[in-house]
């Protein structure tokens, strides 16, 4: 079983930075991929972000060259710098984890409980 616990959300204004954090509860080693999805009222959860335990890295078209996503393995945590963010980034951001399948896009998936980013214009 993998707990994964989330911080770093908010309100900020458009052009803001907000850093999302999210600690595993086991060995990143284990763990095969790890990064964001995130869910907008009315709309399906979709993919932000993902790195594998290679080190290799995915982005949305919607946040390439403004979301970075990095791990720090010591601490079993990843996390996703959001830069010069957009008034259509507000969504619930979750954390999400995969140990038997090798990429974030298929299951099962485990999930953290969720961290609200608002970007107000």
């Known amino acids: 079983q993998v707990q994964l616990v989330e911080s770093g959300g908010g309100l900020v204004q458009a052009g803001g930075s907000l850093r999302l954090s999210c600690a595993a509860s086991v060995n990143m080693f284990v763990i095969n991929a790890m990064g964001w999805y995130r869910q907008a009222p009315g709309k399906q959860r979709e993919l932000v972000a993902s790195?594998?335990?290679?080190?290799?890295?995915t982005y949305a078209d919607s946040v390439k060259g403004r979301f970075t996503i990095s791990r720090d393995n010591a601490k079993n945590t990843v996390y996703l710098q959001m830069n010069s963010l957009k008034p259509e980034d507000t969504a619930v951001y979750y954390c999400a984890a995969v140990r038997y399948s090798t990429s974030l896009l298929s299951g099962p998936h485990y999930w953290g409980q969720g961290t609200q980013v608002t970007v107000s214009s």
């Open positions: 790195i594998t335990k290679s080190g290799s890295t």
